[in-house]
Structures are given as C-alpha cells and as structure tokens.
C-alpha cells in the first residue's frame, strides 16, 4: 500500500505586486505538523526597476521561517529589526500577541537586475505561546548543520532529526530538512522523523512505489515512519513535519490563532492601526475582505 496520503500541486497566488507557488494551506490538508503556511517564492528574475516591496503589514499566532535560494531581502519589524537575508541563512520571526513587519530588496540591488527564489513559510505557535511577547532570530547559514550520508547532502535547516539540532529557536517539536543528490539514490529516513511529514519537490523527482514525482508537488505521507524513497539525478527536497497541535488553528490573512475572537481582535486593531510601527515606514498593507 502506498504511504503518500495526498499529493498537493503548487498553486499561483498573488501578494501584490510578486506572484507566489502556493503550497499550504490546500482544501483537503490544512496544516502537515505545526507548518500552516509554505509559499514558494520564483524563481523570479527582475529587472533594474523591479523590486519586492511588502509595506509594513501584521502577524499573530505563528513563526515566520524565511529561507531563500537566490537574491537577498531587507526585512524590517516593530520589534526595531533590520536585517538583509541571503541564501542559506533563516529568518525567524516569532509574532506572539503581534509584530509587524515590511520586506523589500535590499538598496544595494534596487538598481540593478536580480534574482529572487526562496520559500516563505509559517509555523503555528502552542496555544500556551500564541499571546507571548514577539521575537527575532537570525541564524547565519554557516551555523545550519550540514553533513553527507549516503550519497546526499542534508541540512537540518530547523527542528530536531538525525540526532541534530537546529539553533533556530522553534516553538514546538519539528523538522525542516533538505536534502539534495547528484546521482540517483535510494533513501529510507522514517527511523528519524515523527508526527506528520511531507516532502517538498522544489527540483528534479522522486520515485515511490512505480509513480515518479516532479518539481513543485507536495507529497504528504500516510505515515512518517515509513518515508523512503528513491531521488533522481539532481534532485532537491524538503521534509518538513512534526508533532500536530490538539486544537485546531483558524487563519486570516496573516492572522493565525486557536482562538477565532483574538483573530476578530487582530482585524479591527489593525484598521485602527493599533498595531506597533515599523521604525522610518508610514505605508502599511490594508486589511483585505475576503
């Protein structure tokens, strides 16, 4: 019998003036773990007078995990932040009760062409966090465990497998790994996940029981324990996953809670612009109605 539950096909979305590959959250799978939310950003090339510009605009009730492959971005936040991201390092935003936020290609590169791809993605807090005060981390990709193991390349980019740890200050028991190959390979990883799992394609295919799986799929798996699997030739994956919350999370725009009066709250005090400033920004991203 098969072990891929569900198959989730990358899906167009549009943030404004940047369009997006969704991939969580899908009508039939709402949530895989803690992970609520992936999209997929590009790749997208831009010209000299293109640029990401996201104005400051508000989350409560999860981490954002920022992870780019190409290109850079300067994210800024209430919490007096100001950091420029580039491929391999991880942004963590915790909202807590609430954070704003903008990002925008860094100066550096707002006059020339660029490149952007990476994936944006939001992990729900524990009910007992979801109120907490909100944070900031930013881990270099030289402090990302990295090793080989028959014949592919990991890294534990957040969570806890294989025995490693992440320094990325997750909230809940999780994994978010890459693994990538040159050349064809067998894979049987189950022994070290938990919870629930899926597997992102971002680059090449898979093979699982006689089907071939290619780029931009989600596969969610029956049962983490049972993940193996064989990669093609230059192939990238995610597995990301971990242990469900008991309580089901609703979500709103870039709200999300347990608790669907906190998200009411989140919405009227944003019209209100109740919501902390980011530092030398006066734009702001509208509540949608959807």
Same mark, same amino acid.
């Given at each position: 019998m098969s072990n891929i539950g569900l198959i989730i096909e990358e899906r167009a979305a549009d943030i404004g003036n940047f369009m997006v590959g969704? *991939?969580?959250?899908?009508?039939?799978? $709402?949530?895989? #773990? &803690?992970?609520?939310?992936?999209?997929?950003? #590009?790749?997208?090339? *831009?010209k000299d007078y293109q640029n990401l510009?996201? &104005?400051?605009?508000?989350?409560?009730?999860?981490?954002?995990?920022?992870?780019?492959?190409?290109?850079?971005?300067?994210? $800024?936040? @209430?919490?007096?932040?100001?950091?420029?991201?580039?491929? #391999?390092?991880?942004?963590?935003?915790?909202?807590?009760?609430?954070?704003?936020? @903008?990002? $925008?290609? &860094?100066?550096? *590169?707002?006059?020339?062409?660029?490149?952007?791809?990476? *994936?944006?993605?939001?992990?729900?807090?524990?009910?007992?966090?979801?109120?907490?005060? &909100? @944070?900031?981390?930013?881990?270099?990709?030289?402090?990302?465990?990295?090793?080989?193991?028959?014949?592919?390349?990991?890294?534990?980019?957040? #969570?806890e497998a294989f025995g490693r740890k992440s320094p990325v200050p997750v909230h809940s028991p999780l994994y978010f790994i890459e693994i990538k190959n040159t050349k064809e390979t067998q894979v049987n990883i189950g022994d070290h996940l938990f919870g629930e799992s899926a597997l992102y394609i971002l680059e090449g295919a898979i093979k699982s029981e006689g089907n071939t799986y290619g780029e931009k799929q989600i596969l969610v798996a029956k049962d983490s324990k049972l993940c193996q699997f064989e990669m093609t030739e230059n192939t990238t994956i995610y597995i990301f996953g971990g242990e469900p919350f008991p309580e089901e999370r609703f979500i709103y725009w870039n709200f999300v809670n347990s608790d669907k009066a906190i998200i009411e709250k989140a919405k009227q005090d944003w019209q209100e612009q109740k919501f902390p400033k980011v530092p030398n920004e006066t734009d702001f991203v509208p509540l949608p109605q959807f």
């Open positions: 969704r *991939l969580l959250p899908f009508r039939k799978k $709402r949530a895989v #773990g &803690p992970f609520v939310f992936i999209d997929h950003m #590009g790749p997208a090339d *831009l510009d996201v &104005p400051p605009h508000p989350h409560i009730g999860l981490s954002t995990l920022t992870f780019l492959f190409e290109g850079a971005i300067m994210h $800024r936040d @209430s919490i007096g932040t100001e950091i420029e991201i580039t491929p #391999g390092a991880v942004n963590w935003m915790t909202a807590g009760k609430g954070v704003v936020h @903008s990002e $925008r290609t &860094p100066e550096s *590169l707002r006059t020339s062409d660029k490149r952007l791809h990476g *994936l944006q993605i939001w992990v729900a807090l524990p009910k007992e966090l979801e109120q907490s005060e &909100p @944070s900031f981390a930013h881990i270099e990709a030289s402090q990302i465990p990295q090793w080989e193991q028959d014949n592919i390349s990991m890294k534990l980019i957040a #969570g």
